[in-house]
C-alpha cells in the first residue's frame, strides 16, 4: 500500500537544523555515514509503516490508501526529509513488536503507547498523543458498572478489551481477575463479543471507541456515561501516551522523527493533522514528558 505525502510546510533545512539541535552537531554527520534506517529510507524516499487496521490510528482505506492520524503524522515528519511514499504493513496488534524487530517495517504506526515492558523490546519517540480510556456495554448497560474497579469488585462483571494492549495491564493494576477479562484481537472482535454475550463491558482508549461505535451505528450499543477514568500515582488522571515505535539500532531516526515532531507540536501543525481523525487540543501531548520518563515509569 502506497501514501503520497504532500503540502507539508517544515523545511528540509528546519527538520535537519531541528534534529541537530535536538541531539548535538555531530548526530547528522554520523547519519551520513551510517547505513542505516534513516539513510536509506532517505535515498529511496520510501519508508515501511506498520499498522493494526484501527481507526482512528492507522488503517488501509477502502480506497487502498493509507490513512490514519499516526501515517499522517509521520508523513509530514518525513516529506520534507526526502521521503514521498509509505508503504503499509498490516498486522495483528500484538505482532507489531515481533514485526518491526525482525525488520518487516521501519516505523510502527499504530497508535500504541509507550509502557515500560515495551520500552525493553523496542524505542519511542517522544509522545504523538494521550488519551484516557471508557466503556461501552449493551443500551442500558445492564450491569450498571462504571469502573475498572467496580469491574474488579463484583465477580458476575466480565470485561473485554485488546491482547497486548495498555488496556490488559490497567485491568491487572486493579485485581480484575483473567478469567473476567476476555481478550480479543481488535476492537472490532470486541464489540461482536460483547453483542455475543461473552463480556459485560468493553474497554477501549476513548477516540478508539468513538470511532467503533460511530462505524457500527449500530442502537443496541453505547458507550457507558460517566465512566471512571482511573488514575495516577498522583491521584490525576491517567493517559496513554501514543508514540511512533521504532527499533532500538535505529536511534538516528528516533531522533530525527522527534525533532520534527516537536517541531510540528510547536507550529500548531499537529493539532491540525490529527483534529481531522477526532482528535482534539486535549488529545495532544504536553510537550514536557518524554518517552525516558514515561519507560522509567
Known amino acids: 500500500m502506497v501514501y503520497n505525502m504532500t503540502g507539508f510546510s517544515l523545511s528540509r533545512r528546519d527538520f535537519l537544523g531541528a534534529a541537530a539541535l535536538a541531539t548535538s552537531s555531530l548526530i547528522l554527520p554520523?547519519?551520513?555515514?551510517?547505513?542505516?534506517?534513516?539513510?536509506?529510507?532517505?535515498?529511496?524516499?520510501?519508508?515501511?509503516?506498520?499498522?493494526?487496521?484501527?481507526?482512528?490510528?492507522?488503517?488501509?482505506?477502502?480506497?487502498?490508501?493509507?490513512?490514519?492520524?499516526?501515517p499522517d503524522v509521520i508523513a509530514a515528519i518525513l516529506a520534507p526529509h526526502g521521503v514521498k511514499e509509505l508503504k503499509a504493513e498490516i498486522v495483528e496488534f500484538n505482532a507489531l513488536i515481533?514485526?518491526?524487530?525482525?525488520?518487516?517495517?521501519?516505523?510502527?504506526g499504530a497508535g500504541m503507547y509507550i509502557l515500560p515492558a515495551r520500552c525493553e523490546a523496542i524505542s519511542f519517540t517522544n509522545p504523538?498523543?494521550?488519551?484516557?480510556?471508557?466503556?461501552?456495554a449493551l443500551k442500558g448497560n445492564p450491569k450498571g458498572v462504571k469502573s475498572i474497579a467496580e469491574v474488579a469488585a463484583h465477580s458476575d462483571v466480565v470485561v473485554g478489551t485488546q491482547t497486548g494492549s495498555a488496556n490488559v495491564e490497567d485491568l491487572t493494576k486493579a485485581?480484575?481477575?483473567?478469567?473476567?477479562?476476555?481478550?480479543f484481537a481488535n476492537a472490532?472482535?470486541?464489540?461482536?463479543?460483547?453483542?455475543?454475550?461473552?463480556?459485560?463491558?468493553i474497554y477501549f482508549p476513548s477516540l478508539e471507541l468513538n470511532e467503533l461505535l460511530k462505524s457500527a451505528n449500530d442502537p443496541t450499543v453505547e458507550r457507558v456515561e460517566g465512566?471512571?477514568?482511573?488514575?495516577?500515582?498522583?491521584g490525576e488522571q491517567k493517559y496513554g501516551y501514543s508514540a511512533l515505535g521504532l527499533r532500538k539500532a535505529d536511534a538516528d531516526l528516533t531522533q530525527a522523527l522527534d525533532a520534527g515532531l516537536a517541531e510540528l507540536l510547536s507550529s500548531g501543525k499537529l493539532l491540525e493533522i490529527i483534529s481531522s481523525y477526532g482528535y482534539g487540543k486535549a488529545e495532544l501531548p504536553d510537550g514536557v514528558k518524554t518517552a525516558e520518563q514515561i519507560c522509567k515509569a
Open 175 to 183: 485485581n480484575v481477575p483473567t478469567d473476567r477479562a476476555v481478550l
Open 188 to 201: 472490532t472482535e470486541a464489540l461482536a463479543g460483547l453483542k455475543a454475550g461473552r463480556c459485560d463491558v
Open 98 to 108: 515481533p514485526g518491526i524487530n525482525a525488520d518487516r517495517f521501519d516505523i510502527i
Open 227 to 234: 465512566f471512571e477514568q482511573i488514575k495516577d500515582a498522583n
Open 30 to 70: 554520523s547519519i551520513a555515514r551510517a547505513e542505516g534506517t534513516l539513510q536509506r529510507i532517505t535515498k529511496d524516499g520510501v519508508v515501511r509503516v506498520g499498522v493494526a487496521n484501527e481507526k482512528p490510528y492507522g488503517y488501509v482505506d477502502t480506497d487502498g490508501k493509507v490513512k490514519g492520524a499516526i
Open 128 to 136: 504523538v498523543t494521550r488519551a484516557g480510556a471508557g466503556f461501552a
